[in-house]
C-alpha cells in the first residue's frame, strides 16, 4: 500500500508562483508519479507526469509555466507553478503508480486558487 501526502496549496494573485510537493510512503516500489487538477464543475485533468527516468509530460495549457520533477531517493516529486492565471485554480492531486503501472494511488488533493 501506498500513501500519497501533498503540501504546498494555498491562495496566491494570478501572475505569483507555488510549489506543490507530494511524498509517497509505503512498501511498493513507486512507477511514474504525476499531478492532476479538477477546477470547479469540471472533470480531473493531467497537468503533468514524470517517470523515474525522468522523462516529463505536461497539459499544454501549463507548458513553459509549470515544471515537474522528482527525488527518487525521498519519493517525492514536486510540481513548481509560475506565472499562475485564475483558470489554473482547482483541487491538484498527486498520482503515482506501482513499479508495473498495474495499480495507481491518489493524494487527498490541495486546494489552489488564484484571483485576478
Known amino acids: 500500500q501506498v500513501q500519497l501526502v501533498e503540501s504546498g496549496g494555498g491562495l496566491v494573485q494570478a501572475g505569483g508562483s507555488l510549489r506543490l510537493s507530494c511524498a509517497a510512503s509505503?512498501?511498493?516500489?513507486?512507477?511514474?508519479m504525476g499531478w492532476y487538477r479538477q477546477p470547479p464543475g469540471k472533470q480531473r485533468e493531467l497537468v503533468a507526469s514524470?517517470?523515474?527516468?525522468?522523462?516529463?509530460n505536461y497539459a499544454d495549457s501549463v507548458k513553459g509555466r509549470f515544471i515537474i520533477a522528482r527525488d527518487n531517493a525521498k519519493n517525492t516529486v514536486y510540481l513548481q507553478m509560475n506565472s499562475l492565471k485564475p483558470e489554473d485554480t482547482a483541487v491538484y492531486y498527486c498520482n503515482a503508480v506501482n513499479w508495473y503501472g498495474t495499480y495507481e494511488y491518489w493524494g487527498q488533493g490541495t486546494q489552489v486558487t488564484v484571483s485576478s
Open positions: 514524470i517517470s523515474r527516468d525522468a522523462s516529463t
Open positions: 509505503g512498501r511498493t516500489s513507486i512507477g511514474a
